[in-house]
Structure formats: structure tokens, C-alpha cells
């Protein structure tokens, strides 16, 4: 078997270099539960976040809310897990 073809999938290349800055954005309904469900989420995957790392926009209405938290993302996986657990929340709309 050749180098190329022994390549483990999970290593894909990124553009990124980890550990790096990355700023993840939720957005769902204005309420507690958006915001606590996002950063129960986060927490789980970056422990001791500060409190300056997350950031609230009200949309113009009120009736919605983005949340953007800036993380230190350890690998493409550590970040497809925040991602893949902040798209099945039921109150967060979506991830970017």
C-alpha cells in the first residue's frame, strides 16, 4: 500500500493551524434557553471559556438572537463536535 493511499481520513487537511482562535455563531428565538443551551454546549467541549469570549446580537425585531463565542479549537474534529452538538439543539436555528 503507498503512502497516499494509507492517508487516515480523519486527517484531512485544513486551512487552519491548531490550536487556533475560531469564533463559532448560534442563532435561534430570543430567550434564556438559547443562550443557556449554547453555552452548556460550549462548555462542554471548551472548559474555563471567559466570560469576554461570548458575545449577544438582538436582531432588529428582538426576536432573535445570535450568540457568537470566540473558542481555542484544538482540531477540525474538536470542532465538528461543537458544531454537530449546537445543529441538533432544538433551540439553536443555526451554526455557522
Do not use: W
Request: aromatic residues 8%; hydrophobic residues 35%; contains cysteine.
Amino acid at each position: 500500500m503507498s503512502d497516499e493511499q494509507s492517508n487516515n481520513p480523519s486527517e484531512e487537511e485544513t486551512l487552519f493551524e491548531f490550536p487556533c482562535e475560531f469564533p463559532i455563531k448560534a442563532m435561534g428565538k430570543t430567550g434564556p434557553e438559547l443562550e443557556g443551551a449554547v453555552i452548556e454546549i460550549i462548555n462542554r467541549h471548551v472548559p474555563d471559556l471567559p466570560e469576554d469570549a461570548i458575545k449577544l446580537n438582538a436582531s432588529k425585531g428582538g426576536n432573535y438572537t445570535s450568540i457568537t463565542i470566540i473558542v481555542v479549537a484544538q482540531s477540525k474534529d474538536h470542532l465538528d463536535a461543537i458544531y454537530y452538538e449546537l445543529t441538533a439543539c432544538e433551540h439553536v436555528l443555526y451554526a455557522i
